[in-house]
């Protein structure tokens, strides 16, 4: 059974308790932890001991997307914190101002790919070259970046067929023209499917979709349809 | 000077005539059911980009037991092959689910691309089919369902590409906005392309459907047409609109755009039934022209009357009971079109000025 929830800031911003309330019941055994903004890390880090997380066979965290690199190693220390929990640790490429620094994460730091937005990390050739700085990391494969960078999928093909062996994640939404995470709709549905038998069958999916509570459940089967390798509609270069 | 008998709520009322009320009321009911059909056999089939728009009686709020179901599925943004498969997907699910497609013609049940609709207007690219979906979207399209960003985009952008062309949008003396010249020529253009296209549907078709074309160019298809004008002249008459006219050059334009664009989210009916009440036409003429109308809806939700118009060809129209009905109820709503556009003092200057030459 393959693990399927998600973000909490997604849900909720910042505010990671609503998200855990709004998961509750519901068909989820993931949950990603989000402090995407550098002020909410301290706080969550803090809570960490104090959040019932029993519900959920996988569990992992979200740095902050963007990090001063006057604070870098302040982060750096509360992401040790993290690390000693086993918890895959999610980071943007362009986060990092000293990329090496964060080789003390080990085998718990996660490398996203990235938006169109960001001014690295889109590409198969960008992130070899951030593996090649940190060899030991692993990777989340951000599918609905992937999109947004090339529709075609054919660069989703070359991140999966270079970096499958790493995904540890898969982050799984709708990223609109403006970066933000919509629903999937089933244009995205159809292009995820293009690509899915490259995905492995066993990484766990944290979605990113900004969906009410009542749609928590749909948005998860309309993941799972969009990454069910039984379900591929055409093959993108391979 | 307004007819004092002339009221809002005598326009109103207007719409609330039986045959209207029920059309409306089942519209809704429909847009709904295709979404909630769409929904569950396609998940969320629209997205940022791309739009469901109806258009036809379904848009006009004017749905009939044997409608066509005239659809699009719209695409502002980047060039994706997987349109085409939504657009084959929805097609599929609409035929199953007992909808009557579209005519043959092609403008729709398939795929539109913004571009062409907003760049198109004009020179030798604009075709046929171009200038019906782009008049449609503007004056009875509807979209469904939540994601309509792209159907709203396409919509906006097409009125400010007509409003581009019009360098000099107020008057000299700067005290009300002019008729927006481009959009009106092109909504003429469209109902003079409709006249002439029913006399080559006529040919093509051995005069196949003719008794049923004609009354929809009597009835819906001048409706259209009529609506398209006044949205045009409220430019001028809309006594609201210019009396926020500033000196602010980009929100003279602006607010001309929001302007067309709260007029053209009403129907043609509802566009009708305003002008009425805003610029003083008689209840008479009111009610003559919607009830010819609602009796024109009533007559194609009779499925015998139907039969009998799509069967009819144009030589035994002059015999044919039904649409000897037909001829005589788009008589009073061509009369009551006279006086809102040949002899109501606010609307007769306009319809002199720009109506013809």
Same mark, same amino acid.
């Given at each position: 059974?393959?693990?399927?929830?998600?973000?909490?800031?997604?849900?909720? $911003? #910042?505010?990671?308790? @609503?998200? !855990?309330?709004? %998961?509750?019941?519901? &068909?989820?055994?993931? /949950?990603?932890?989000? +402090?995407?903004?550098?002020?909410? $890390? #301290?706080?969550?880090? @803090?809570? !960490?001991?104090? %959040?019932?997380?029993? &519900?959920?066979?996988? /569990?992992?965290?979200? +740095?902050?997307?963007?990090?001063?690199?006057?604070?870098?190693?302040?982060? !750096?220390?509360? %992401?040790?914190?993290?690390?000693?929990?086993?918890?895959?640790?999610?980071?943007?490429?362009?986060?990092?101002?000293?990329?090496?620094?964060?080789?003390?994460?080990?085998?718990?730091?996660?490398?996203?790919?990235?938006?169109?937005?960001?001014?690295?990390?889109?590409?198969?050739?960008?992130?070899?070259?951030?593996?090649?700085?940190?060899?030991?990391?692993?990777?989340?494969?951000?599918?609905?970046?992937?999109?947004?960078?090339?529709?075609?999928?054919?660069?989703?093909?070359?991140?999966?067929?270079?970096?499958?062996?790493?995904?540890?994640?898969?982050?799984?939404?709708?990223?609109?023209?403006?970066?933000?995470?919509?629903?999937?709709?089933?244009?995205?549905?159809?292009?995820?499917?293009?690509?899915?038998?490259?995905?492995?069958?066993?990484?766990?999916?944290?979605?990113?979709?900004?969906?009410?509570?009542?749609?928590?459940?749909?948005?998860?089967?309309?993941?799972?349809?969009?990454?069910?390798?039984?379900?591929?509609?055409?093959?993108?270069?391979? | 000077?307004?007819?004092?008998?002339?009221?809002?709520?005598?326009?109103?009322?207007?719409?609330?005539?039986?045959?209207?009320?029920?059309?409306?009321?089942?519209?809704?009911?429909?847009?709904?059911?295709?979404?909630?059909?769409?929904?569950?056999?396609?998940?969320?089939?629209?997205?940022?980009?791309?739009?469901?728009?109806?258009?036809?009686?379904?848009?006009?709020?004017?749905?009939?037991?044997?409608?066509?179901?005239?659809?699009?599925?719209?695409?502002?943004?980047?060039?994706?092959?997987?349109?085409?498969?939504?657009?084959?997907?929805?097609?599929?699910?609409?035929?199953?689910?007992?909808?009557?497609?579209?005519?043959?013609?092609?403008?729709?049940?398939?795929?539109?691309?913004?571009?062409?609709?907003?760049?198109?207007?004009?020179?030798?690219?604009?075709?046929?089919?171009?200038?019906?979906?782009?008049?449609?979207?503007?004056?009875?399209?509807?979209?469904?369902?939540?994601?309509?960003?792209?159907?709203?985009?396409?919509?906006?952008?097409?009125?400010?590409?007509?409003?581009?062309?019009?360098?000099?949008?107020?008057?000299?003396?700067?005290?009300?906005?002019?008729?927006?010249?481009?959009?009106?020529?092109?909504?003429?253009?469209?109902?003079?392309?409709?006249?002439?296209?029913?006399?080559?549907?006529?040919?093509?078709?051995?005069?196949?459907?003719?008794?049923?074309?004609?009354?929809?160019?009597?009835?819906?298809?001048?409706?259209?047409?009529?609506?398209?004008?006044?949205?045009?002249?409220?430019?001028?008459?809309?006594?609201?609109?210019?009396?926020?006219?500033?000196?602010?050059?980009?929100?003279?334009?602006?607010?001309?755009?929001?302007?067309?664009?709260?007029?053209?989210?009403?129907?043609?009916?509802?566009?009708?039934?305003?002008?009425?009440?805003?610029?003083?036409?008689?209840?008479?003429?009111?009610?003559?022209?919607?009830?010819?109308?609602?009796?024109?809806?009533?007559?194609?939700?009779?499925?015998?009357?139907?039969?009998?118009?799509?069967?009819?060809?144009?030589?035994?129209?002059?015999?044919?009971?039904?649409?000897?009905?037909?001829?005589?109820?788009?008589?009073?709503?061509?009369?009551?079109?006279?006086?809102?556009?040949?002899?109501?003092?606010?609307?007769?200057?306009?319809?002199?000025?720009?109506?013809?030459?």
């Amino acid at each position: 059974m393959r693990y399927v929830g998600f973000s909490t800031g997604a849900l909720a $911003l #910042g505010d990671f308790q @609503a998200a !855990l309330q709004m %998961l509750a019941g519901k &068909n989820c055994s993931a /949950v990603e932890l989000s +402090a995407l903004r550098q002020e909410e $890390l #301290g706080p969550l880090v @803090a809570q !960490l001991d104090h %959040l019932d997380l029993s &519900n959920f066979r996988y /569990v992992s965290f979200h +740095a902050p997307s963007a990090i001063e690199p006057v604070f870098e190693a302040d982060v !750096l220390r509360l %992401l040790e914190q993290v690390a000693l929990r086993e918890w895959p640790i999610i980071v943007h490429p362009d986060a990092m101002s000293h990329p090496r620094e964060w080789a003390r994460l080990g085998q718990h730091l996660c490398i996203e790919n990235m938006d169109k937005r960001k001014p690295i990390g889109q590409t198969a050739s960008d992130l070899d070259c951030i593996f090649e700085t940190l060899p030991n990391a692993f990777f989340c494969f951000d599918i609905g970046h992937a999109r947004q960078v090339d529709p075609t999928m054919s660069e989703a093909s070359a991140i999966l067929q270079s970096f499958r062996d790493r995904i540890r994640q898969l982050h799984v939404s709708e990223v609109n023209t403006q970066s933000k995470h919509d629903c999937l709709s089933l244009e995205s549905i159809i292009a995820f499917q293009r690509v899915s038998h490259l995905v492995p069958v066993d990484a766990p999916i944290i979605l990113e979709s900004r969906v009410e509570e009542s749609e928590i459940n749909e948005e998860i089967q309309s993941a799972l349809a969009a990454l069910d390798p039984a379900t591929q509609l055409a093959v993108a270069g391979d | 000077m307004p007819d004092a008998k002339s009221t809002a709520s005598a326009s109103s009322n207007l719409l609330a005539l039986d045959p209207l009320r029920e059309a409306r009321q089942v519209s809704i009911t429909v847009r709904e059911d295709l979404d909630a059909l769409l929904s569950t056999k396609s998940g969320k089939y629209a997205s940022e980009d791309t739009s469901l728009v109806v258009f036809g009686s379904l848009a006009r709020e004017e749905w009939t037991s044997k409608s066509d179901l005239d659809w699009t599925y719209l695409i502002d943004g980047g060039a994706n092959s997987d349109h085409l498969k939504i657009s084959q997907e929805i097609q599929k699910h609409l035929k199953e689910a007992g909808y009557v497609e579209p005519g043959p013609t092609g403008i729709f049940g398939n795929m539109a691309f913004s571009h062409d609709i907003i760049h198109q207007i004009g020179g030798q690219f604009d075709t046929n089919k171009n200038t019906t979906q782009r008049i449609l979207l503007l004056l009875e399209s509807s979209p469904i369902g939540r994601r309509t960003e792209a159907y709203e985009r396409v919509i906006r952008a097409v009125i400010n590409r007509y409003l581009e062309e019009d360098v000099h949008p107020l008057t000299r003396d700067c005290k009300s906005y002019r008729v927006p010249r481009f959009l009106l020529n092109d909504i003429v253009r469209f109902w003079r392309t409709m006249a002439v296209d029913f006399a080559s549907k006529q040919r093509d078709r051995a005069g196949e459907g003719w008794g049923l074309r004609n009354a929809k160019l009597r009835m819906s298809r001048k409706l259209i047409f009529a609506s398209g004008l006044l949205v045009c002249f409220s430019a001028t008459l809309d006594t609201d609109l210019n009396g926020q006219i500033s000196t602010d050059k980009d929100a003279i334009k602006l607010k001309l755009v929001n302007h067309i664009r709260d007029r053209v989210r009403m129907t043609p009916l509802e566009i009708l039934a305003k002008s009425i009440e805003l610029y003083g036409v008689p209840d008479t003429t009111g009610k003559q022209l919607f009830g010819a109308y609602a009796e024109f809806l009533d007559l194609l939700n009779d499925q015998e009357s139907r039969n009998a118009l799509k069967g009819l060809h144009a030589s035994d129209s002059r015999t044919n009971a039904t649409f000897r009905r037909v001829r005589d109820m788009s008589r009073v709503f061509e009369n009551a079109l006279d006086h809102i556009f040949f002899v109501n003092p606010r609307v007769a200057p306009l319809t002199r000025k720009y109506g013809v030459f």
